[in-house]
């Protein structure tokens, strides 16, 4: 959806509870009376218990001070990857709000994208790296201060990155048994810890990167393209909170995979998919 078309959900708030980020009502929440009617705009009353709620009770939008009219709007912010400052500016609303708003967006990502039943299969490309830390230099495995990641990319597929503790071999290994499906052809560079990858059923290559185009097919530049576009990214946000950076990895996991996508249309469904889970809870 693009700003024009999103221009005729003037009354987000029939849209939101279209998708099923606002709740419908046809019992009150308070006694489970079915005696309830619609009051001034979008209030609910029962004449049972006699309680009055908002529209927002038992979403994911309750507590927020984010007005409905402006969700939409922020959703699609966050779709263009504006910055919280920018978009507290444009929204009119504060920085924290707006902080809070897009950790939704990205918990949503994080517990409705992360698909563990589908695995990866075909040409993989597996690969780690490191993530923070301050200094320059220190770079490589193990550099001090900085977080570990692995990536596993199906070519022409999606991407699958996690954090990990470490890159030893068991670590490794068995985040590819978990991700990827026996048989597959699996594409490394020299590292002892991919070590073992064919007695668990994987077809493997190793890439010599001083000679890596000689080979042919033999590369790791998908991966290495997704590192690339991580890191650029992430340098915008300057430090991230290493609490936080599971959430931000996600986030862009979820950028790459859904590149080819209307990514506001699946940001909803995330969104959506996500009052659900909350609301079972
Ligand atoms: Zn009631």
């Known amino acids: 959806m693009n700003l024009i078309e999103l221009q005729q959900y ?10 099923g980020i606002l709740k419908q009502f046809d019992h009150c929440p308070y006694c489970e009376s079915t005696r309830i009617t619609r009051i001034r705009r979008s209030k609910h009353k029962c004449y049972e218990c006699r309680k009055e709620w908002g529209p ?3 979403s994911i939008l309750e507590g927020l001070r984010v007005p409905l009219s402006r969700v939409l709007i922020a959703i699609k912010l966050f779709e263009l990857d504006t910055s919280v400052r920018e978009s507290a500016h444009q929204l009119g609303l504060s920085y924290n709000t707006v902080y809070d708003l897009f950790d939704l967006f990205r918990k949503s ?34 550099a001090a201060g900085k977080i570990p990641v692995f990536g596993i ?13 470490n890159v030893t071999g068991e670590t490794l290994l068995t985040m590819a048994i978990k991700k990827v499906k026996r048989g597959s052809l699996i594409y490394t560079d020299k590292f002892r810890s991919y070590n073992g990858l064919i007695s668990y059923g994987f077809r493997h290559m190793r890439i010599d990167h001083g000679k890596r185009f000689v080979n042919g097919k033999v590369y790791i530049n998908g991966i290495e393209g997704f590192w690339s576009f991580a890191k650029e990214r992430l340098m915008k946000y ?7 950076f599971p959430l931000y990895l996600k986030e862009l996991e979820f950028r790459y995979n859904h590149r080819h996508h209307d990514l506001y249309d699946d940001l909803v469904k995330c969104i959506s998919e996500y009052s659900r889970v909350a609301s079972i809870q």
Not at 133 to 140: A, F, L, V
């Open 10 to 19: 003037t009354i987000s708030e029939e849209f939101l509870r279209a998708e």
């Open 56 to 58: 927002r009770r038992g």
């Open 238 to 244: 300057h430090s991230v909170n290493p609490r936080k």
């Open 153 to 165: 990319l199906e070519r022409g597929g999606k991407v699958r990155v996690e954090v990990v503790q």
């Open 109 to 142: 990502i994080i517990r409705t994208d992360n698909d563990t039943s589908f695995t990866l299969s075909g040409e993989i490309e597996m690969d780690e790296s490191y993530f923070g830390g301050k200094r320059k230099g220190n770079r490589g495995r193990g």
